[in-house]
């Protein structure tokens, strides 16, 4: 099985979902099994994206509504998806909160993973072939209320089920054509790196703008999750990042 990542850019629209559509197809006919984690619609300024939603409420201090404010964004998204798959012919299942399996403490805006229960997701896998849930979030164990992972911890949720459901490799799909030696859209002259190791990556998040979380890439160093960058434009192989 593998599981594949999509952000917000990714998501932002039909068009770009018909993309995405495209790679989970093929993921289903070369892995079987595809686990979609997906990120909120689009960008500041667009109907559902992270800022959007934050910016409808005048306190930025992180608490439970802000949380279960943000949540909704990948919620919408994971929903929209899902329907568009099946449309396609494409059988497929949405899970989320306590089936998602995430548990975090309740530090709201930044939440630790506790526990990660696959329970639902391997039932599920009995049935269907492709699963999708909503990155950044989590529950907590208590009350249930939802949580999120700190800025683009989508990423984060993608390399945790990549580590628990044991996936061949975690493929997150992008704007640009994998890790380059530097960000493309702040220099001209860049490079793509094709492989390097966790070691390596984790130095190379230290701009302005991660191309991958740094919580997700500091977890799949520890893990030693396979990660493969890659553009959702281009159908070249992009960054391979292992041991
Ligand atoms: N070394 C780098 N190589 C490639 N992209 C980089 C690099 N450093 C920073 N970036 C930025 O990371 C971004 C990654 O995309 P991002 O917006 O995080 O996508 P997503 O919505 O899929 O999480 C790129 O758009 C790029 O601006
Ligand atoms: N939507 C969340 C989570 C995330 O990971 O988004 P993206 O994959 O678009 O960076 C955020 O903006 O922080």
Known sequence: MIVQKFGGIAMQ???NRKLVMARIKKAISMHQQVLVVVSAMGRSGQHYATDTLLDLIPNSVSSVETDLLSA????ISASVLCAELKKEGI????LYGKSAGIITNDAYGDAQIEKVDTTSIAATFQHVNCIVV????GI???TQTFTTLGRGGSDLTAVVYGHYL???VVEFYKNVPGVMTSDP???KKVELISSMTYEELQHKINGPVEVIQKRAAKFAALHHV???IRSLYEDKEGTFVFK
């Open 13 to 15: 629209d039909h068009q």
């Open 166 to 168: 044991n996936a061949d």
């Open 185 to 187: 859209f702040r220099n």
């Open 91 to 94: 059988l497929a299942t949405l």
């Open 72 to 75: 909704c964004g990948e919620l």
């Open 226 to 228: 396979p990660l493969h």
């Open 140 to 142: 907590t164990e208590e």
């Open 134 to 137: 909503p990155g950044f979030q």
